[in-house]
């Protein structure tokens, strides 16, 4: 490694949520970011029945029709990916996007937002479509944003992937 991990943070946000934790953490450790949009647009998964949509694609297991990315996430160290959780799973465009770059991935950490349950679920689902366990996960509730917990649990989870990464080093340069 570098002197500074080359970071990239990314992620799908339906509602606006997990793209407000992405830039925050990316501004916190620092990092590129990288949203994820499907092709049919936002109002995809808008309102009641773009809801209804993304729980439905969950449960089917459907594949999302994602636009291309800018960032080639070999060129990283560590990718942090973000998602909403939909019926304790990650969101479809996630679940998407990692199942297409699971082998270009060195070191992975997760983080979600979810109304209150179903995230060790969907870091479990995520862990196995990468087949590395993550450095750090973070879940932020809709109650820890109610309560404005959100930017000490994400400079936690910063902490955490830093230390990690150090670490990592440190084992490298011993080998």
């Known amino acids: 490694m570098q ?22 953490l990316a501004a916190t450790l620092p990092a590129d970011c990288e949203t994820l949009y499907e092709r049919e647009g936002p109002r995809w998964r808008s309102g009641t029945r773009g ?7 969950v449960i089917a297991h459907r594949r999302a029709n994602l636009r291309p990315t800018m960032h080639d996430p070999s060129h990283y160290d560590i990718v942090v990916v973000g998602t909403p959780v939909w019926a304790s799973c990650a969101s479809t465009p996630v679940a998407t996007w990692l199942a297409a770059h699971h082998r270009q ?3 992975v950490a997760f983080f979600c937002s979810l109304g209150g349950r179903g995230s060790e679920k969907a870091f479990e689902q995520m862990h196995a479509s990468v087949g590395l366990s993550p ?9 820890d944003l109610r309560a404005g917990r959100e930017h000490a649990l994400v400079n ?4 955490k992937i830093r230390h990690r990464l150090a670490t990592l080093e440190t084992i490298e340069w011993t080998m």
């Open 3 to 24: 002197d500074r991990p080359r970071i990239l943070v990314v992620c799908f946000s339906r509602s606006g949520t997990t793209q407000r934790l992405a830039d925050m």
């Open 51 to 57: 809801y209804a949509r993304s729980i439905v694609d």
């Open 105 to 107: 991935f060195r070191h």
């Open 135 to 143: 450095l750090a996960t973070c879940a932020v509730t809709g109650a």
């Open 156 to 159: 936690e989870f910063a902490h």
